[in-house]
């Protein structure tokens, strides 16, 4: 056992974050420290930055556009991008969809797509859940009918996040109706421009909009949009969500958090002294920290596990980093909250927050503190909630 | 003890309950929040001929000679219905500091016009480095020819943007954090400096700037015990609001629980979600029991007693209120995320109350301080 990153790994980790707090502009960086939401085209231009190095899409194959890195490197690109605050590419091309079409897809697909996913050329986002289909996910009920040489899909699906920009959905759809409710799905790509898909925003508690309703009337698509098999969808969206196994604890942006953390209670005064010098503040703060620190350990220890582990297939200790790593993310928030205090109260949209020539009230940071803490109870709500990762647990680890 | 109310108390508690229910529906609030001044006018000469505005007050100032338990039927409603109109910012605090800290004279002045709904009221206090420290204030007031004059800045002034009348606190002596030497003034509010805003949780507050600003009246010139009283009661009052919104927050996720389904079942039926939904439960009769405490000790005459039984009231309020928002949403999933959805709304709201005079972490060392709460 050697517990210690070999000096490659540190030097690809230096090499890492010097490149991303160089070629990454100060000016986007800084929206996601301040916990200002980045825009589509902060989007576009970051990950085209990243994908001229060939570093938006290590995860995937070589072939297109991958590393050959390890998996301690894969883990260092990310800390350090989101240490350094940068917008990590899109989710939904680069983590989701990109490696389903990698596996799974034609040589034409793969073609056609690729490329552009991981140059955010086309802009993906996620058609899976729908009103009644959350954390039952096979449930779903929205169809895809074959007519001719054509799919037509007909249902809803909701809280597509950035649905609003997406050039492309991939849609989970039933295309067996007599099938058990897992064998009848297949996994469809769908241009956004097609007659007949509307999409409806959704304002979330903070006043942001990022997920949308979007609705299938009689949407005719290509029949050589399906990826794979007719009925395997199943299998592929498995595989999609087994395939973020390490990502999903975000260490790397709590980390980020606290250290803005420290800097803004630095300032804050409290009587005679300073926040950060409180001893509760403190304690508060370092047991946080003590939390986080073993997540990461953990994280390392699931890393190595990797090597040994399929591609695309789940390993059920990613359930203890999303509980943990989701828990901590939304401490951090709680933290921010205490150290701007009383001045969480003032509420502004991001548009009046970014074209104000008012003076700020209260503390930097101050008008994203709450919005930040009530957006982010999404995220033990979604991909997989905490409690569905600890029926996860229960059943594949500890045997009920 | 006895928990039973009054006639006179199920009256009032009917009678705002009845409001809340038809006047106050989600869709029903919206449409009042979405006057230009963020509440409605309407609504406020509603709650004056109810009799809800002067209900703490004696008779002779148009009032219903109502005291701390009246107040909080009143509180507890409004959290149900999440009120957005100015009633914590002109009768709890505003008239709630004329009737400690005024003169016979001054009450009977004011406090008729408070009852009646023509006057609005707002208490200009906090400023920018305060943080929980209530003796914080640095605002100077300086008299000359008989006229008290006041400059300086004052924040989160809650409806301070509607406001026909602030009253604010001013240093006359002492340095900026001492308890002696704060004085209380009323100031016209037509000409000042303010600069409105919504709040996270959908009411109004403002930043006013005075310089050399006139009073119209000094109410005192050694404020700080009608201060320290007058917070109290708020901090009473809002923990009362804080049980009705929790409540309705329980409600809610057990009724969504009974209906949504997943996995080809009412998600109710999961045990492990009952189960938290339970502790809900017992969280919200905690509450409950600290609001009734903050209720009854609200107005002690022991300054020193009083405030460590609202600083455990506002703890216990301030945690319990955040474990039931988080798993109101929780348990509902993503539903309650969205500004559609009623339980967001209450889940805000609790937020603010928990920063509001002193979060969570400043009460519970105040209490640690005095000894503990028993
Ligand atoms: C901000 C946001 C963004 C999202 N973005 C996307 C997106 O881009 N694309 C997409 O397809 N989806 C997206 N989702 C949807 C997300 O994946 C679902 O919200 C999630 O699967 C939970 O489903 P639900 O909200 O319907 O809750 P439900 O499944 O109805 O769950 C309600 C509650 O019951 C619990 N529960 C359910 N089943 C069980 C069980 N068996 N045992 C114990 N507890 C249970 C849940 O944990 C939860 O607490 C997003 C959601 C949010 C909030």
């Known amino acids: 056992m050697d517990l210690s990153f070999t000096a490659e790994e540190r030097a690809f980790r230096d090499e890492m974050r010097d490149f991303f ?182 304002q979330t508690i903070d006043g942001g909009h990022e997920v949308n309703e979007v609705w299938f009337d009689e949407v005719r698509v290509p029949a050589g949009n399906l990826v794979g098999q007719e009925n395997k969808g199943w299998d592929y969206a498995k595989f999609l969500l087994g395939n973020e196994r390490t990502g999903i604890a975000r260490i790397g942006i709590s980390k980020s958090r606290i250290k803005r953390i420290r800097e803004l209670a630095a300032f804050e005064r409290v009587g005679e002294g300073r926040l950060i010098d409180e001893p509760k503040f403190r304690e508060k703060l370092a047991s946080v920290e003590i939390d986080l620190k073993a997540l990461e350990m953990t994280q390392m220890r699931v890393v190595a596990q990797e090597r040994t582990l399929p591609r695309g297939k789940p390993n059920p200790m990613s359930s203890v980093l999303k509980i943990k790593g989701s828990e901590l993310q939304q401490a951090t928030t709680e933290l921010m909250m205490d150290v701007i205090g009383p001045y969480v109260a003032p509420f502004f949209t991001e548009e009046e927050l970014e074209g104000r020539n008012e003076p700020p009230i209260g503390p930097d940071d101050a008008a994203t503190a709450a919005p930040m803490y009530f957006n982010w109870r999404k995220i033990s709500i979604y991909g997989g909630s905490n409690e569905i990762q600890r029926n996860i647990l229960a059943k594949a680890v500890l045997g009920f | ?229 007058t917070v109290d009661a708020a901090i009473a009052f809002v923990c009362a609001e804080a049980v009705g919104g929790m409540a309705e927050m329980h409600s809610s996720t057990v009724d969504y629980m009974k209906t949504r389904k997943q996995f080809g079942r009412a998600i109710g039926e999961f045990q492990v979600l009952q189960h938290r939904a339970v502790d809900m439960f017992v969280n919200l009769e905690q509450s409950r029991s600290m609001a009734l405490y903050a209720t009854m000790m609200a107005e002690e005459p022991d300054a020193a007693e009083r405030a460590r039984a609202i600083s455990s009231a506002k703890v216990a309020i301030g945690r319990n209120g955040r474990a039931v928002g988080q798993e109101a949403i929780q348990l509902h999933g993503g539903i309650a995320m969205t500004m559609e959805y009623k339980v967001g709304h209450y889940f805000k709201r609790m937020t603010m109350i928990e920063k509001l005079f002193g979060d969570t972490e400043h009460h519970l060392a105040k209490v640690a301080q005095a000894g503990g709460a028993l």
Not at chain 2, 77 to 93: H, K, Q, S
Not at chain 2, 147 to 160: C, D, F, M, N, P
Request: hydrophobic content about 45%.
């Open chain 1, 21 to 202: 707090h160089t070629a990454i502009p100060e000016r986007i960086r800084r929206k996601l420290r301040e916990g200002l939401h980045h825009s589509n085209d902060d989007q576009i231009e970051t990950q085209r930055i990243l994908n001229a190095r060939g570093i938006a899409v290590p995860n995937w194959p070589v072939a297109w556009g991958g590393q050959d890195w390890s998996p301690v490197q894969i883990y260092m690109w990310q800390d350090e991008m989101q240490q350094a605050c940068v917008p990590f590419p899109l989710a939904f091309n680069c983590s989701m969809v990109g490696p389903v079409i990698a596996e799974f897809a034609t040589e034409e697909h793969k073609q056609r797509f690729l490329p552009r996913a991981a140059n955010l050329d086309d802009w993906w986002c996620q058609g899976f859940s729908e009103p009644g289909a959350g954390s039952d996910l096979a449930s779903l009920r929205t169809t895809a009918v074959r007519d001719g040489d054509e799919w037509v899909i007909n249902g809803q699906k909701t809280w597509t996040t950035l649905g609003q920009y997406a050039d492309w959905i991939f849609v989970l759809a039933r295309t067996d109706m007599a099938a058990k409710k897992q064998e009848g799905i297949s996994f469809l790509l769908v241009d956004m421009k097609t007659p007949g898909i509307t999409v409806r925003p959704i």
């Open chain 2, 1 to 229: 003890m006895d928990f039973d109310l009054s006639d006179d108390q199920r009256m009032i508690k009917d009678s705002v309950e009845r409001l809340i229910a038809d006047r106050y529906g989600f869709e029903s609030r919206r449409a009042l929040m979405r006057n230009p001044e963020g509440w409605s006018r309407e609504m406020w000469a509603q709650m004056a001929e109810l009799g809800l505005l002067g209900v703490a007050f004696d008779e002779a100032h148009g009032g219903f000679g109502g005291g701390p338990v009246e107040t909080m039927l009143i509180a507890e409603a409004f959290g149900r219905g999440l009120v957005v109109e100015p009633y914590f910012a002109t009768v709890v605090l505003g008239a709630g500091l004329i009737r400690r800290a005024g003169s016979a004279d001054q009450q009977a002045a004011y406090l008729p016009q408070v009852a009646s709904g023509e006057l609005l009221l707002a208490f200009a206090h906090h400023e920018r480095h305060a943080r929980n420290d209530l003796a914080h204030v640095a605002a100077t007031a300086t008299e000359q020819d008989g006229v008290w004059t006041i400059t300086g800045e004052k924040s989160l002034v809650l409806h301070g943007d509607t406001a026909d009348k602030v009253i604010v606190s001013a240093r006359v002596a002492g340095e900026t954090t001492d308890h002696n030497g704060i004085g209380l003034f009323v100031v016209d509010a037509v000409g000042l400096n303010r600069r409105g805003y919504a709040t996270q949780d959908g009411q109004r507050a403002a930043e006013i700037a005075f310089d050399a600003t006139p009073a119209e009246a000094v109410l005192s010139l050694d404020g700080f015990p009608a201060i320290a009283a």
